[in-house]
């Protein structure tokens, strides 16, 4: 073979194998359901930097801010469109497409904290629970990410379950409104900033939104000096991917994509639960907020209240029965049932 017929095939060669590699490469718009400023968007862009760096470029996350693209209740349409190949999100925005997502993304007053519920993904079944939920509607299930117990901002002192009575509430809906609804609580939708300026106004008691560093954060303690950790509920917070796009992944990418999910999760335990400290001391000293948090005897009492509302819950759906009945296996095995 003559040296120009020899630098030919080197070329060709080389320009197919780039081909070839760029083929494996996966670009993947994937959006947040939380701001671009939250720490929870920062964390993702910093596990999606390190990911692509990982897999040599191979898997490239474009990260957009909720509501970049749609909004947080329609993600799942938008990734069947072919608008966005994945999100980081709360199975409970689409509680209302499929029962199974309510009561896989709230889990209420179940368990004490947050760490405990996520051992039932790792411990108890619930990630293969999840994985096969979200197969139904075309999605692969990466990961659970943490998120930290809520807290309610309210302008009365709420010390048991029986100062729900009467109490007028913003609620969002679902299972955590059943729960306070089945405590006695006066329910009523309407939106974050609405309820910021009702609970000043006095025409709401109390509200169910977030942590505590999103609620100061928010204002909601402007005028609400009180801060309590019922345990009323408790987010499950993901990362789903198109299951076309997860599966056109090699094994070893899928691998590295799952590994940084994981980190993704441990971090922000870490930098969730600072803020939430910082926000508390700020609160405290700053605001003149009280933190309550409920006692033993509270906390089996909503407890108890959580199956009645779950065995509501199962009735609607196979696949929410499934979960109920693998949660309450759990909380047996740890002895909270």
């Known amino acids: 073979m003559s040296f120009k017929s020899l630098l030919r095939c080197t070329i060709v060669g080389a320009v197919a194998l780039g081909a070839a590699t760029t083929a494996q490469a996966e670009a993947l718009k994937m959006q947040t359901f939380l701001g671009a400023k939250a720490s929870t968007t920062k964390a993702f862009e910093e596990m999606a930097a390190a990911l692509k760096a990982d897999t040599g470029g191979a898997v490239d996350i474009t990260v957009l801010p909720g509501k970049a693209v749609v909004g947080a209740t329609e993600t799942i349409d938008a990734i069947k469109n072919g608008l966005l190949d994945g999100q980081y999100t ?3 925005y689409f509680a209302g497409k499929d029962p199974a997502m309510a009561v896989l993304g709230d889990t209420l007053s ?3 904290d947050s760490a405990t519920r996520d051992r039932w993904f790792s ?5 293969e629970l999840a994985r096969a939920l979200y197969a139904k509607h075309g999605l692969h299930f990466v990961c659970p990410i943490y998120w930290p117990p809520e807290q309610i901002p309210s302008t009365k002192p709420i010390n048991s379950v029986g ?8 609620a969002p809906g679902g299972t955590p409104s059943d729960l306070l609804s089945r405590a006695g609580a006066s329910l ?4 974050v ?6 609970m000043e106004t006095g025409v709401l008691d109390a509200t169910d939104l977030a942590n505590i560093g999103l609620n100061v954060a928010l204002g909601m303690h402007n005028k609400a000096k009180y801060s309590i ?3 009323h509920s408790m987010a499950v917070t993901e990362m789903s991917v198109s299951k076309a796009k997860w599966d056109a992944l090699s094994d070893d990418h899928k691998a590295k994509f799952e590994a940084a999910c994981n980190s993704m999760s441990a971090k922000l335990k870490e930098t969730l639960s600072a803020e939430d400290e910082a926000a508390a001391m700020k609160a405290k000293n700053e605001l003149g907020v009280t933190f309550i948090e409920f006692g033993d005897k509270d906390a089996a009492a909503f407890r108890k209240m959580l199956t009645e509302v779950w065995k509501d819950w199962a009735a609607k759906s196979p696949d929410a029965a499934a979960i109920v009945h693998s949660h309450k296996a759990f909380m047996t095995k740890l002895g909270l049932l």
């Open 90 to 92: 709360a199975p409970t």
């Open 123 to 127: 411990e108890g079944g619930g990630l």
């Open 163 to 170: 100062d729900f009575k009467g109490l007028k509430m913003r």
């Open 110 to 112: 179940a368990y004490p």
């Open 188 to 191: 009523v939708k309407m939106g």
């Open 229 to 231: 950790l019922a345990r």
């Open 193 to 198: 900033g609405e309820s910021v300026t009702a």
